[in-house]
């Protein structure tokens, strides 16, 4: 008689925590719908990828104002080697990405490169809240690279606000020069 209360005990456990599971379940899923909602779509957003992180503060007076013209856009950074970042831009998960003046850019891609020199600038770590200063204080020069997509109008905007803001080397979709201007963009740390 024990075991068979103790089995009733056990199956009525189980059932109820099948139950509670599949409430569970249900619940998750559709905060997860809910959640995904919420976040910025693709095409208000502009995801920029830095090959070095220690780089991307300099572009604030850029974003400054290009987030004037655009405040419906939220922006987005990343961080990768240059493999990982052009092969996010070719996937549109980016859409421009500042490479090093040596790289690459493959072959018979449709790339639009414009040159722009950088600073480095102090950046204070996450979690520590440590600042971790550059030793250089050369600039450096790097390569904007963007594909024209659906999101153009984003994307030339912000390059718009880059060409304002900085003397540029601008190339086209073979590499060939178009334009050249004779100052640099710099900013002081």
């Given at each position: 008689?024990?075991?068979?209360?103790?089995?009733?005990?056990?199956?009525?456990?189980?059932?109820?925590?099948?139950?509670?599971?599949?409430?569970?379940?249900?619940?998750?899923?559709?905060?997860?719908?809910?959640?995904?909602?919420?976040?910025?779509?693709?095409?208000?957003?502009?995801?920029?990828?830095?090959?070095?992180?220690?780089?991307?503060?300099?572009?604030?007076?850029?974003?400054?104002?290009?987030?004037?013209?655009?405040?419906?856009?939220?922006?987005?950074?990343?961080?990768?080697?240059?493999?990982?970042?052009?092969?996010?831009?070719?996937?549109?998960?980016?859409?421009?990405?500042?490479?090093?003046?040596?790289?690459?850019?493959?072959?018979?891609?449709?790339?639009?490169?414009?040159?722009?020199?950088?600073?480095?600038?102090?950046?204070?770590?996450?979690?520590?809240?440590?600042?971790?200063?550059?030793?250089?204080?050369?600039?450096?020069?790097?390569?904007?690279?963007?594909?024209e997509s659906e999101k153009a109008f984003?994307?030339?905007?912000?390059?718009?606000?880059?060409?304002?803001?900085?003397?540029?080397?601008?190339?086209?979709?073979?590499?060939?020069?178009?334009?050249?201007?004779?100052?640099?963009?710099?900013?002081?740390?």
């Open positions: 008689m024990q075991d068979f209360l103790l089995l009733i005990a056990v199956a009525a456990t189980f059932l109820f925590g099948f139950f509670i599971m599949k409430k569970l379940d249900r619940f998750l899923e559709s905060s997860h719908r809910a959640e995904v909602s919420l976040l910025p779509s693709e095409e208000s957003s502009l995801r920029i990828g830095f090959s070095d992180p220690l780089i991307a503060d300099s572009i604030t007076d850029i974003l400054d104002s290009f987030t004037v013209s655009r405040q419906d856009i939220s922006v987005y950074f990343f961080s990768g080697t240059v493999d990982e970042l052009l092969r996010e831009l070719s996937r549109h998960k980016l859409d421009v990405a500042f490479l090093p003046e040596s790289a690459a850019v493959p072959e018979g891609t449709h790339y639009n490169i414009c040159e722009v020199s950088l600073a480095y600038i102090p950046v204070v770590t996450k979690y520590s809240g440590l600042e971790i200063e550059p030793i250089t204080e050369e600039h450096l020069l790097q390569k904007a690279v963007w594909e984003i994307v030339s905007d912000f390059i718009r606000c880059l060409k304002n803001k900085s003397g540029t080397d601008w190339r086209n979709k073979n590499g060939t020069a178009k334009a050249e201007s004779g100052s640099a963009f710099t900013r002081d740390p």
